[in-house]
T-cell receptor
């Protein structure tokens, strides 16, 4: 299994440009998440989804949008990039329901975004 | 709502010394507790977790943690660290069948020769 796959790994954007960070998981997990990690600030939740067609805001959603048309994919869109969005972005997923649920998050390797 | 406080932002330690990384949490309901490790330029991976039962849980790479309900703590320990343990460590709480997990700000463990 590939687990959680994020693309691209690195990207440089100019202020005002738009882009989409891709995230795919092959574990049939219902829950998926986008976090950003800034130095010394831990992980902040941007958006999350509890299943296809259902998304909700996290702590820091401003400047981002998400969609969840399939169980496998959860792309994150930046519409008008700003220097404050320079960060490392992590996608994660977890299973839900039943005794097999442990609440453990499975993370991708991250996408490092720089906005200049 | 839940919150997580990692009491030390940086912990320097010499190789083969013991280490403890401290984590306190707050929650009005029962939670699951986790420690994740992040090696440089990598994603997070699970180190260990507490779901129920024995309050002492063992994880990968010789780490263990003890759940203390009265003190709402979940401190991570290792009796003898290696250079390869140098990494960022995150404490987290989660609710079963609930959407969000809450992470602490992380503790940077630096193991020196």
């Amino acid at each position: 299994n590939a687990g959680v796959t994020q693309t691209p790994k690195f990207r440089i954007l100019k202020i005002g440009q738009s882009m989409t960070l891709q995230c795919a998981q092959d574990m049939n997990h219902n829950y998926m998440y986008w976090y950003r990690q800034d130095p010394g600030m831990g992980l902040k939740l941007i958006y999350y989804s509890v299943g296809a067609g259902i998304t909700d805001k996290g702590e820091v959603p401003n400047g981002y949008n998400v969609s969840r048309s399939t169980t496998e994919d959860f792309p994150l869109r930046l519409e008008l990039a700003a220097p404050s969005q320079t960060s490392v972005y992590f996608c994660a997923s977890r299973s839900t329901g039943g005794e097999a649920t442990t609440g453990e998050l499975f993370f991708g390797e991250g996408s490092r975004l720089t906005v200049l | 709502a839940q919150s997580v406080t990692q009491l030390d932002s940086q912990v320097p330690v010499f190789e083969e010394a013991p280490v403890e990384l401290r984590c306190n949490y707050s929650s009005s309901v029962s939670v699951y507790l986790f420690w994740y490790v992040q090696y440089p330029n990598q994603g997070l991976q699970l180190l260990l977790k507490y779901l129920s039962g024995s309050t002492l849980v063992k994880g990968i790479n010789g780490f263990e943690a003890e759940f203390n309900k009265s003190q709402t703590s979940f401190h991570l320990r290792k009796p003898s660290v290696h250079i390869s343990d140098t990494a960022e460590y995150f404490c987290a709480v989660g609710l079963i069948n609930a959407g969000k997990s809450t992470f602490g700000d992380g503790t940077t463990l630096t193991v020196k020769p």
